[in-house]
């Protein structure tokens, strides 16, 4: 029987509030942009028709349209998992972006938004999504808020935020997009083949930074699958810090790399599966290859056992400067407080990014689009990043949600963007995942590869924010 001293718990009134409306113009080459932009928050309901949670958006659509419902949508979502669409909204694809300089470092405060001239915006609508407990979306109790932090409950959910807003914007016969950053490719390769079978087929899926299989990035005992498959990601990194022989420096960065990946995938494969088996002999000339394409010590790799976690290359590479590399960017380095140990203080990468787009997404949301809120803007939301739940064992696994949804809908395409300085979501893994799951090879030419010589986030640099447009642009018209 239930304890009689409880009392039972209050439900929340929570009321849908009205979206906010305003209108803009951005000047780009070959004309202007006038838009509408709509900031609110979705309504998701319960078998009672009680609203369990709001998530909010950030909606960019073309005005004077004869018929929208004719126009490309694409739906936008950062990963995390914890992060709200912070990242590619004012960084990448949105009317607006962060001023960071050419190569994406970070500026001296304050902080300003300049006009996005590689917007996506004449190529789609946008709407940009952050799931619960990131940006402003909550659940409406917070008891509740974990419910939806899972790879099932994520996709149950962001589902249904796309069945809404098709339904209450009538553009269920759109052409129809998906764009999403490290989890975010996660998501939306689990999306795909989730909506399919709820009656929503997309057109085409963007991935950036792709992560769908977790065994090519968890560095897990008797996993040996990162090691490989990291190596020329840590090769390009070497290179772009001159820490390689001056042979190798020499060389074109693709060329190099290429080889790296064939060693990587033979030589080196087949020597980490012998395990303990290994002669001195054999173990001697790996660590002499690993040392030549890492540019780290001979010593080091021995002591690693010829397996380089991430963190402790970030940390080793330069540390003799006292310095460490960027796992998301691997161009950017941070002041260490310590030349000792194998981790590193801070990311500097991501510390580098985050004053500049939470200062003017701030200022933005509240100024510009006119939505006015005192709850905080949940960037990168640490609690959902440690409760996340991944149904399907140690290493989940979406990329056969994708595979159904081009077995299912073989006019489906998707382009694939890697940079070679990425060491969070490395561009020999995307390879890894795209050729392991078990795609008809009717269809393997429905998917495209780009790559570019910056790191997770390309799109701070800012000749790679260039091309991923363009890439992007000849994706979405052809």
């Known amino acids: 029987m239930p304890d009689s001293s409880e009392k039972p718990k209050s439900e929340p009134e929570i009321k849908e509030e009205a979206p906010v409306v305003s209108s803009h113009r951005l000047e780009v080459e070959g ?72 190569e994406g470092f970070m500026p001296p405060p304050p902080y300003r938004l300049i006009d996005n001239a590689y917007t996506w915006l004449d190529l789609g ?22 419910k939806y932090w899972g790879l099932e409950a994520d996709l149950e959910a962001v589902g249904e935020f796309i069945r809404l807003y098709l339904s209450r914007n009538r553009r ?25 079978d709820r009656g929503i087929a997309f057109n085409g899926v963007v991935l950036i930074s792709t992560i769908m299989n977790f065994q090519t990035a968890r560095f897990t005992k008797a996993n040996d699958l990162p090691y490989t498959l990291f190596l020329p990601s840590y090769c390009a990194t070497a290179h772009y810090h001159g820490k390689l022989a001056e042979e190798l420096q020499a060389r074109a960065l693709r060329e190099l790399l290429s080889e790296v990946a064939e060693w990587s995938e033979s030589d080196y494969t087949v020597a980490l599966a012998k395990g303990d088996r290994l002669s001195e002999g054999e173990r001697g ?11 780290l010590s001979e010593r080091f790799v021995l002591g690693a056992d010829l397996r380089i976690n991430i963190l402790s290359f970030c940390k080793e590479l330069l540390r003799n400067e006292k310095r460490a590399v960027g796992r998301l960017d691997s161009r950017f380095v941070g002041i260490m407080a310590s030349a000792e140990g194998q981790t590193y203080d801070f990311d500097p990468a991501s ?14 949301v509240r100024e510009a689009l006119g939505y006015q809120t005192d709850l905080n803007y949940e960037i990168m939301n640490s ?22 949804a081009f077995a299912k809908n073989p006019f489906m395409k998707v382009l694939v963007a890697q940079g070679y300085y990425d060491l969070a979501t490395p561009f020999q893994a995307a390879y890894y995942s795209l050729s392991h ?9 429905n998917v495209v590869i780009e790559e570019y010589e910056a790191g997770h986030m390309m799109y701070l640099h800012e000749a790679s924010l260039a091309k991923l447009k363009r890439d992007v642009a000849r994706f979405v018209r052809t």
Not at 180 to 188: I, K, L, P
Not at 351 to 362: L, W
Request: without cysteine; negative net charge; aromatic residues 10%.
């Open 285 to 295: 000339a790996v660590a002499a290859q690993l040392a030549r394409y890492t540019g």
């Open 31 to 102: 004309g202007a942009l006038s838009y509408s932009a709509t900031a609110g928050k979705m309504p998701l309901k319960d078998a009672r028709d009680k609203i369990a949670a709001q998530m909010f958006y950030v909606a960019y659509t073309l005005e004077g349209e004869a018929d929208p419902a004719e126009r490309p949508l694409i739906f936008v979502f950062n990963g995390g998992p914890g992060s709200a669409s912070i990242w590619l909204h004012m960084g990448a694809l949105g009317p607006r972006r962060v001023e960071m300089g050419e």
């Open 172 to 196: 269920w016969t759109s052409p129809l997009y998906l764009a999403g950053e490290s989890y975010g490719t996660t998501r939306a390769a689990g999306l795909a083949g989730h909506l399919i």
């Open 125 to 146: 609508d946008l709407v940009f999504i952050d799931p619960v407990g990131t940006g402003y979306s909550r659940a409406s109790d917070p008891d509740d808020n974990q």
């Open 383 to 404: 609690e959902v990043h440690r409760n996340w739940k991944y149904e399907g064992g140690q290493f989940p696994d979406t990329s056969e949600g994708l595979r159904a």
């Open 351 to 364: 510390h580098a990014i985050t004053p500049p787009y939470s200062a003017t997404f701030n200022q933005y």
């Open 437 to 445: 799951m078990g795609l008809d090879a009717s269809l393997r030419d």
